[in-house]
C-alpha cells in the first residue's frame, strides 16, 4: 500500500497515484485477444474450441436448463441459499420493473406531435465472470434488467463447470440454458456467433481479456454493441475523524478479495483514521480465505491523506471510481459534490456489499475511469429509442416558413421545397 499526502503530490504525481494497474492496458493481452478474434473469424466455432481448450481446459458446450437440471442443482443448496437466492431475485426484479423507460410525448407547438418511443434489443450475450469465484450475482444483475427491457433472446456465457448456484440463479431469471465458453474467446463467439448464437449486445465484466475482448468486438463493423467498460473491481473511500477503521477495512477487503487486479483507495481526513485503517486490515486479511487474491490488490491500494472533505471529493471526481463508499458524518452533503463514480453508497451501513447483491441496482458498473461518461448498467441499457413525429396541416402550415428559411441558410433547396410544399393551404 501506498501512503500519500495529497497536497505534497506534484500534477505527475498525483496522475500516478490514480492510475489503473497496468496490466489493464498490457499490449500483450490486447495481441492475445485480436488473435483469438481473428482466428474465430475465419475458422468460426473450431477456434472457439481450440482456445476453451487451451484456456479453460474443455471444449464449449451448452447446458440446458431442463427440470432435471434446475432440480439437481437446486438440491445442492440449502433452503437458506434458496430463500437469499429468491431476496436478491426479488429486489433486483422490482427495481428495474420500477425503473423501466416509458414512452414520452410533447407537443412543441399546435399541431405537433413529437414522441420518444423505447423497444427492447433483440438479443443480448451475457457474459457471467465464474474463474475464481462464481459471480451468479452478476447473472441475476445483467438478466433481470433485461427481463425487465422485454429483450427476446438471452444468451447467457460462463466459464465451464458452473456452481449450482450459477444453474438455480439462471433458471429463477428465465434463462434456459447456459452456454459453457469463458475469456476473450466467449465474447468473440457472442460476435460471430460461433459456437454460441450472435448478439445484438455484449454485457458483463470480466479480468483483463474480456474488457479488451468486449471493446475490440465493438469496433469491428458491424460489430455488437457494448454495455460499457467493466474490468477489474474498483473502490474508493472517503472518510472523515469519526470514521470506524474496521468497517472501512471490512468494505476495502470486499473488493480487494475480487482478483489481484482489483484496485483500492482510501482517502481520509486524517493521519490516525489512515493508520488505523492499515492496521485493520493487516488483521482482516489474516484469517480471510482469500487473502493471498486480496494481499496482491492491495499492493497496488492508495491510502491517501487530505486537507478536507472538499479535497477528497475533487479526488474522487477525478478518479471516477466504479464504486465510492462515503464514512463521514454527513454523507448526503458530500454527495451533491460528487459527479463521477458508478454506484455510491452513503454513510457507514451502507455497505458495498449490499450493492453487490441484494439491494436492486445493477452491480455492472464503468471501471477504469468510464464513470465520468458512463452510467452503470440499467433496463434502458437493453433497449432503444426512436422518435415519432406527427404533424397536421395546420402544424405544417405553421411550421413551413421557418423550416424552409433554415434550410436555404444552409444551402439545401431540396428540403427548402418539401417544407413549401405544405405551407399552401
Known amino acids: 500500500m501506498q501512503h500519500l499526502i495529497w497536497s505534497d503530490l506534484a500534477p505527475e504525481a498525483r496522475s500516478a497515484a490514480l492510475a489503473r494497474p497496468a496490466k489493464r492496458s498490457d499490449a500483450r493481452v490486447a495481441e492475445t485477444v485480436r488473435t483469438i478474434f481473428e482466428e474465430v473469424a475465419r475458422e468460426g466455432a473450431e477456434a472457439v474450441s481450440r482456445w476453451a481448450q487451451k484456456l479453460d481446459r474443455r471444449a464449449p458446450e451448452t447446458l440446458e436448463l431442463t427440470p432435471t437440471a434446475i432440480s439437481a442443482a437446486r438440491a445442492e443448496l440449502t433452503s437458506d441459499d434458496l430463500a437469499a437466492l429468491e431476496t436478491a431475485i426479488t429486489n433486483v426484479r422490482t427495481f428495474h420493473e420500477a425503473t423501466r423507460p416509458a414512452d414520452t410525448e410533447v407537443t412543441p407547438a399546435p399541431g405537433v406531435r413529437c ?8 438479443s443480448c ?17 445483467l438478466a433481470e434488467p433485461a427481463r425487465a427491457a422485454g429483450v427476446p433472446q438471452r444468451i447467457v456465457v460462463t466459464p465451464p463447470n458452473p456452481h449450482p448456484i450459477m444453474i438455480a440463479a439462471a433458471a429463477a431469471c428465465g434463462i434456459e440454458a447456459l452456454h459453457l465458453i469463458g475469456g ?3 465474447i468473440a463467439a457472442l460476435t460471430f456467433g460461433a459456437g454460441a448464437p450472435k448478439v445484438e449486445k455484449i454485457f458483463g465484466p470480466g ?8 471493446r475490440y468486438a465493438a469496433s469491428l463493423p ?17 472518510a472523515d475523524e469519526n470514521a470506524d477503521p474496521a468497517l472501512i477495512a471490512a468494505d476495502l477487503l470486499s473488493q480487494a478479495e475480487h482478483d489481484a487486479d482489483a484496485q483500492v483507495i482510501l482517502a481520509a481526513t486524517s493521519a490516525e483514521t489512515l493508520a488505523a485503517v492499515a492496521l485493520a486490515l493487516e488483521g482482516q486479511l489474516a484469517t480471510l480465505p482469500r487473502a493471498a487474491i486480496a494481499r ?8 491517501i491523506q487530505t486537507r478536507s ?24 452533503s458530500m454527495l451533491a459534490r460528487i459527479d463521477n463514480a458508478g454506484a455510491v453508497f452513503v454513510g457507514r451501513w451502507s455497505a458495498e456489499t449490499f450493492g453487490d447483491y441484494i439491494c436492486g441496482p445493477s452491480h455492472v458498473l464503468p471501471t477504469d475511469g468510464a464513470a465520468r461518461a458512463w452510467s452503470g448498467v440499467s433496463v434502458a441499457s437493453f433497449m432503444k429509442s426512436f422518435t415519432v413525429q406527427t404533424l397536421d396541416a395546420a402544424g405544417a402550415r405553421a411550421l413551413a416558413g421557418a423550416a424552409a428559411r433554415l434550410a436555404r441558410l444552409e444551402g439545401l433547396e431540396a428540403h427548402a421545397r418539401a417544407a413549401d410544399m405544405r405551407a399552401a393551404p
Open 115 to 122: 414522441r420518444r418511443i423505447w423497444r427492447p434489443i433483440a
Open 125 to 141: 450475450g451475457l457474459y457471467i465472470p465464474a474463474g475464481s469465484a462464481p459471480l451468479f450475482s452478476t447473472l441475476i444483475m
Open 184 to 186: 476473450a474467446q466467449a
Open 207 to 214: 479480468n483483463a481479456y474480456v474488457a479488451e475482448a468486449k
Open 222 to 238: 458491424g460489430g455488437p454493441q457494448i454495455d460499457l467498460p467493466a474490468g477489474p473491481s474498483e473502490l474508493m473511500v472517503i
Open 296 to 303: 496482491a490488490s492491495l499492493d497496488q491500494a492508495r491510502l
Open 309 to 332: 472533505l472538499s479535497e477528497a471529493a475533487e479526488i474522487a471526481n477525478a478518479y471516477a471510481p466504479e464504486h465510492l463508499a462515503l464514512h463521514i458524518d454527513a454523507p448526503d
